[in-house]
């Protein structure tokens, strides 16, 4: 019985699995939309919402201008933002690097992305209390050499980005 077994172990140790999901899930918050096997972007999903969900329930917290509040509000404010950034570097890359169109490369930091870019487009998700569901899996062809299931994860509203 595989009762409280939750997650796919994917023929990897404990210490390679993570570093697989911290590269799959840094890249996904880099590129916001990536290609990979179905049952990783299934269990990518997982990690990924968790990581939006900590970085949105900072709520107005996230977005508000802290110049213009008071010392002991600005103060608060700022220790719950530090110790979510924090929370969420943890299993994130700092950066990770992307070659634009033009040929130039990029060097991205990712925590400040995940939480200035991409968590103020859910705030109304989480104040609607809908929890989690920011990210899209769609099916695709099978990888031509194996066969394998392939899919596209992306993040909600991530086409509208452009």
């Given amino acids: 019985m595989r009762h ?44 990924a919402d968790r990581l939006v969900t900590r970085a949105a329930r900072l709520r107005d917290d996230l977005v508000v201008d802290v110049s213009k509040l008071s010392e002991e509000e600005r103060s608060r404010v700022l220790a719950r933002r530090v110790h979510a950034q924090r929370l969420v570097a943890r ?28 968590a103020p487009r859910y705030l109304d998700r989480i104040k609607e209390d809908k929890g989690g569901g920011y990210t899209r899996i769609v099916k695709m062809m099978p990888r031509r050499g194996d066969n394998a299931p392939m899919a596209l994860i992306e993040f909600l509203d991530a086409e509208s980005k452009g």
């Avoid at 899930?25 to 049952?39: C, D, F, K, M």
């Avoid at 690097?97 to 992305?113: N, P, Q, S």
């Fill in 91 to 118: 299993f994130l890359p700092r950066r990770l690097t992307r070659v634009l169109a033009d040929g130039t490369v990029e060097e991205v930091d990712l925590v400040h992305k995940l939480f200035h870019e991409i």
């Fill in 4 to 47: 409280r077994k939750a997650g796919r172990k994917f023929g990897r140790n404990s210490t390679h699995r993570r570093a697989m999901f911290r590269n799959l899930a840094g890249n996904l918050v880099l590129h916001e939309r990536i290609e990979t096997t179905e049952a990783k972007a299934k269990e990518l999903r997982r990690i």
